[in-house]
């Protein structure tokens, strides 16, 4: 069945602690979290997310974050009880060309298997530049055929939907490949970030396609809200109607 989540850098521009983002997203009706890594949890985060029951969904790390040991990661999610590692972005020098998307699938793959050897799913992220074209096929469809199993993808509609690529086609295209998504809306041709339901993505036609896909969460995600807190309140209520609307059929 699938769960409901808040990405906390929602939360990012209001001036709060971690704990303080974790209870704003517990007084909401979503199942879980998703935590941007910043070293090991302080004690105070750990006890708040345990105290509120939230699933952690997923612990979204950098590339600067895999540069040597991956211990700490582990580590991080070991103690927040997490399964499930994100590779938040890779930037367009990774997709210039054929050769380099190759090499990036080789390198997906690596840490993939790495993870998948401490018991970790391992996600990547994918934004606009993966849909740039490469003749007749995208960089993304490319990547999808080289990485190795160990290598799933968290689908961000909005960007998606950015690139002129079509988000609905590429969850059904991407099916069991994807473990979760991100409903970020946005005005696809401006570009600009808005609350779910007020931009260009049909929310409620992405949901439904998620979730007949068979992704293990629909994530709520706005990367620069006027108010952060209306905008986790009111992310996380729509999130609440496409999970019970699933329910009840």
């Known amino acids: 069945m699938v769960k409901t989540a808040i990405q906390l850098y929602t939360l ?3 001036d709060v602690s971690d704990a303080t983002k974790v209870e704003i997203a517990a007084e909401t009706t979503v199942d879980g979290i998703e935590i941007v890594f910043d070293g090991i949890p302080s004690d105070e985060t750990v006890k708040t997310i345990r ?4 699933e952690v969904a997923g612990l979204s790390i950098g590339i600067d974050d895999l540069d040597g040991s991956i211990d700490k990661i582990v580590t991080t999610c070991e103690i927040l009880d997490c399964d499930t590692v994100v590779l938040g972005y890779l930037d367009e020098s990774y997709y210039e060309s054929a050769q380099t998307t190759g090499e990036t699938a080789d390198l997906l793959s690596t840490y993939g298997t790495r993870f998948e050897k401490h018991g970790l799913q391992f996600l ?4 606009r530049h993966e849909f740039d074209s490469l003749g007749d096929r995208t960089h993304f469809d490319l990547l999808r055929e080289e990485v190795n199993e160990s290598v799933m993808f968290e689908l961000d509609l909005g960007w998606i939907g950015v690139a002129g ?3 609905y086609a590429v969850i059904e295209e ?14 696809f041709e401006t570009e600009q970030f808005v609350n779910l339901g007020d931009g260009d993505l049909d929310i409620e036609r992405a949901a439904r396609t998620a979730i007949e896909a068979g992704v293990d ?4 995600e706005h990367e ?9 309140v009111t992310g996380a209520s729509k999130l609440h109607k496409f999970k019970q609307t699933n329910l009840s059929q």
């Open 12 to 14: 990012d521009g209001f």
């Open 124 to 127: 990547y992220h994918v934004h």
């Open 217 to 220: 969460w629909l994530i709520y």
């Open 165 to 167: 690529t079509d988000p």
């Open 174 to 187: 991407v099916g069991t490949q994807a473990a979760s998504v991100h409903l970020k809306d946005m005005n």
């Open 51 to 54: 105290e509120t029951a939230l």
């Open 224 to 232: 620069n809200p006027k108010d952060p807190v209306e905008s986790v």
